[in-house]
């Protein structure tokens, strides 16, 4: 069956459903509200290309093992392509501990444990330059899709089309499918809504600001080596250094909502600049004499996650129209899951298309697809958050103590869980599994040998296991709040009030 397929945005989501589709040899037209990509290399694309509809490009990114998979699996000149312009791969032996490596035996899985890192710019480049060489797949640039174009029919309702603005004014677009991956801000599902459509939405927020600086090292300096974790959670901040392409890598800081002083200072370099420097697994990294800071420090805020159902109840909300990425789900980008989400999504799509012409068949086994493979995910995603929004609050709670059942939590995961994973490399394959999406979240946790493993650890003495620990992350919250000028009682006398 030839079908045309309208694609509303050339992001990330956009360019994995193209990379999904084309080889079906359906007529795919992907509809970009922003200007081209100039015509250079990576740097070129960091410095100079507009993204307005793409908050968050030049935040840190990287590719989880289940979409490197993908790539590598399906495209894998794309695969080498991004090699090439400088994109990264950060295999499993990256995360062995000296503990690991003692007595370590390679597996052959050990080569699906993989991230690809880089710019998100250079990843969006290379992907974009890949997909148009497709001699079925169009991206016109500069043309923003004002709404979709709907009929009501006798099946229920159906999206035909959009309408766009573009330098000659505007027009209509007809397609036979209609697949939206505008992102965060596309309005195509609450204009459904609108029309009497029974799509379902949950929602709520994720609880934290995101800032982001990139840096360059000097020319001639490698990277730093440390026993110190580069990443971590303070507890009152969490941070992440992502290397990048090019020489290149970016350190992002998440600070919790409640932490007003915090977060207002953060967007200054010298704030942002003097955080690093008291956490110790960054502070080699941001020497004057290693690297340089990149342009200015770029925050995110107004993070929820979000959750929809487009397949109605019993029957199709809408037909002729998919949501991917997050126009269909979203999540806190700590986890670094979006692109993920987006790139299975737009596979599971590929194979509903490829399996039936049935228009309302196609919206109920999408939407059972992606339930089944993403919501699990997602509902760790969220219970994570929920808990990280309440450690926040109570840390901003004066003579707050814990309960016991939250004592022995916290003891359990950091004197259990944690120390069993720095321990055992099978059981660091176990937990990478779900972390890499690779399967259930939580699966490795519900196998009776890792939890007779982990009860093993947690039961050892403290004095016994003091190797195993890693070394301080940080700083306390007083610490750093008094280290770069900031009152450290001062939202916490908001709480209390």
Known sequence: MHERVLVIGAGIAGLCTALALAPTGRDIVILERDPPPPTGGPDEAFQDWSRRGVGHLRHSHAFLARLRTIIKTEHPELHADLLRAGCRELGFDRMLTDLHRADYRPRAEDRDFVVLTSRRTTLELVIRRYVEHHPNVRIVSETFVRKLLTQLTPEGLRVVGVSVTDAAGARDVIGDIVIDAGGRTSSGIEQLVEEGAAITEESESTGIIYFTRHFRLLPGVEEPRTKAPSTGDLGFLKFGLFPGDNGCFSITICVPEVELELRKAMVKPEVFQTVCTRIPGLLPWIDPAVSEGVGRVYGMGELNSRWRDISGDGTPAVLGYFAIGDSLVRTNPLYGRGCSFAAVSAYLLRDVLVSTEDAGTRVTEYQERVTAELRPYYLNMRDQDRSAIRRAKQNLTPGYR?????????????????????????????????????EHPSAWLKRPDNIAKIMRYWATRRALKAHAYPPKAGPGR???????????????IKAAA
């Open 402 to 438: 814990p309960s016991i059942k939250s004592r022995v939590l916290k003891s359990f995961l950091e004197d259990g869980v944690n120390i069993a994973v720095r321990s055992d490399a099978n059981l660091l394959r176990e937990a990478l599994r779900g972390f890499h999406m690779l």
């Open 478 to 492: 007083v610490e750093l709040m008094q280290g770069v000028g900031l009152s450290p009682e001062a939202d916490m």
